[in-house]
T-cell receptor, first 112, second 115 residues
């Protein structure tokens, strides 16, 4: 079955770039998503990428997809203390099937 | 920006009791979902709902669970006889269309605590 894995923790200094990594197992993934969860809040959609794309950029966020290695990354440029949160990678694996499979989340800690 | 809203934010219930979690999806959305996150574990898919019927469900969504859209705005998850292991954060989500490039937007969740 499908599985999505992430490292659990990342600590960076304010102003540095953060790179959060995700690996998935199912080669039929169609869309891959990044969600952000702040303490006590829900899952906020940050960005998503279709599996036929290699890269997507949206302001400070850059998503890179290596389909051969089944590796997805989220780069946050100029990381701010407000970026401290848990970041979840998720995939949808088949056209017409809507269930998202989530990774365990990466806790990003931004140090001033 | 339109949001998915969930009530209550925290629900405490005795084991064996019925509980109903409520969600108001984004108004022009057509697909609705429930997910749960047990403390320390991954977010897990429970069920999706479209055109007044379940379109997909996971193994977790057994006979104790049911969903309903009782009116034009609410979407509910009912757990008939709660168990301790039902304690989790429950997230509702909605998406606009059937196309895959319509992402799911999530509410802030309901924390369900079973005593």
């Amino acid at each position: 079955g499908e599985d999505v894995e992430q490292s659990l923790f990342l600590s960076v200094r304010e102003g540095d770039s953060s790179v959060i990594n995700c690996t998935y197992t199912d080669s039929s993934s169609t869309y891959l998503y990044w969600y952000k969860q702040e303490p006590g809040a829900g899952l906020q959609l940050l960005t998503y990428i279709f599996s036929n794309m290699d890269m997507k950029q949206d302001q400070r966020l850059t998503v890179l997809l290596n389909k051969k290695d089944k590796h997805l990354s989220l780069r946050i440029a100029d990381t701010q203390t407000g970026d401290s949160a848990i970041y979840f990678c998720a995939e949808s694996i088949q056209t017409g099937r809507r269930a998202l499979t989530f990774g365990s989340g990466t806790r990003l800690q931004v140090q001033p | 920006e339109p949001e998915v809203t969930q009530t209550p934010s925290h629900q405490v219930t005795q084991m064996g009791q019925e509980v109903i979690l409520r969600c108001v999806p984004i108004s022009n959305h057509l697909y609705f979902y429930w997910y749960r996150q047990i403390l320390g574990q991954k977010v897990e898919f429970l069920v999706s709902f479209y055109n007044n019927e379940i379109s997909e469900k996971s193994e977790i969504f057994d006979d104790q669970f049911s969903v309903e859209r009782p009116d034009g705005s609410n979407f509910t998850l009912k757990i008939r006889s709660t168990k301790l292991e039902d304690s989790a954060m429950y997230f509702c989500a909605s998406s606009r269309q059937a196309a895959d490039n319509q992402p799911q937007h999530f509410g802030d969740g309901t924390r369900l605590s079973i005593l």
